[in-house]
């Protein structure tokens, strides 16, 4: 695969950071998508873009960081940290988690499993 999954990488966490949710889903196929913690998938850019937009509102000052990634062809794991404070309780979140991509010949998110500890962010918000 010649696509540079590094810049990808970089963009994606650019987009996260810029609070975009256009941003985030111009990383998606047209037609990709995201299924977190195993809900409800998000078909399509508009689909991916409110999921964004949800962790936007939740998270109105969330800040993403990579911390790191795993390549096997077209099959990527991006581990990831998120910072910020929650909308509502204010509390402090450190939230660490992680996607597996399947990347398109066009260099797209085809498809996303994302992960994190559902469980851990819930307490984070009763702190």
């Not at 696509?3 to 609070?19: E, F, L, V």
């Not at 047209?30 to 977190?36: A, K, L, Y």
Request: hydrophobic fraction near 40%; aromatic fraction near 12%; glycine fraction near 12%.
């Amino acid at each position: 695969m010649t696509t540079d999954i590094h810049a990808i990488a970089t963009g994606y966490t650019a987009a996260w950071n810029s609070r975009s949710a256009e941003a985030v889903a111009s990383f998606y196929a047209e037609d990709g998508g995201i299924v977190i913690n195993r809900g409800t998938p998000r078909e399509g850019r508009q689909g991916v873009a409110a999921m964004a937009a949800g962790f936007f509102a939740d998270v109105p000052d969330l800040n993403l960081v990579c911390d790191g990634l795993r390549v096997a062809g077209n099959h990527v794991l991006y581990l990831w940290t998120f910072t910020g404070h929650h909308s509502e309780t204010r509390k402090p979140l450190r939230i660490t988690g992680w996607e597996e991509w399947e990347i398109d010949a066009s260099g797209k998110v085809a498809a996303s499993r994302g992960w994190f500890d559902a469980e851990d962010y819930a307490r984070q918000l009763t702190g």
